[in-house]
């Protein structure tokens, strides 16, 4: 069992920059692959990124390809999200996720563990 807390979103005018981070207490933080999906308003949940347990691998959906970074430090128990160049369709809801695959995982399927969510806003 493992218990993920998101924070750090808001609201940020297009262009502009926010970092996530996903705080996990529980079981074993470096024994879980992590992930972040999205959900906008009337839109099913998204897939966003991925790190695998170590941090050596990470895999990015293709619209935020270039304009974000996954990162985790396991001594914190900690993963991040850091968005840059943010575009209004990048609004939605961001959720972080804990899943026990070996490496990556880019399907809620895989995913057990969730978190509440946290809310980004990008004005044009």
């Known amino acids: 069992q493992v218990q993920l807390v998101e924070s750090g979103g808001g609201l940020v005018q297009a262009g502009g920059s926010l970092r996530l981070s996903c705080a996990a207490s529980?079981?074993?933080?470096?024994?879980?692959?992590m992930g972040w999906f999205r959900q906008a308003p009337g839109k099913e949940r998204e897939f966003v990124a991925t790190?695998?347990?170590?941090?050596?691998?990470?895999y990015y959906t293709d619209s935020v390809k270039g304009r974000s970074t996954i990162s985790r430090d396991n001594a914190k128990n900690t993963v991040y999200l850091q968005m840059n160049n943010l575009k209004p369709e990048d609004t939605a809801v961001y959720y972080c996720a804990a899943s026990s695959t070996w490496i990556t995982a880019t399907t809620r399927k895989e995913y057990a563990f969730w978190g509440q969510g946290t809310q980004v806003t990008v004005s044009s």
């Open positions: 790190i695998s347990r170590s941090g050596g691998n990470t």
């Open positions: 529980g079981r074993t933080f470096s024994t879980f692959a």
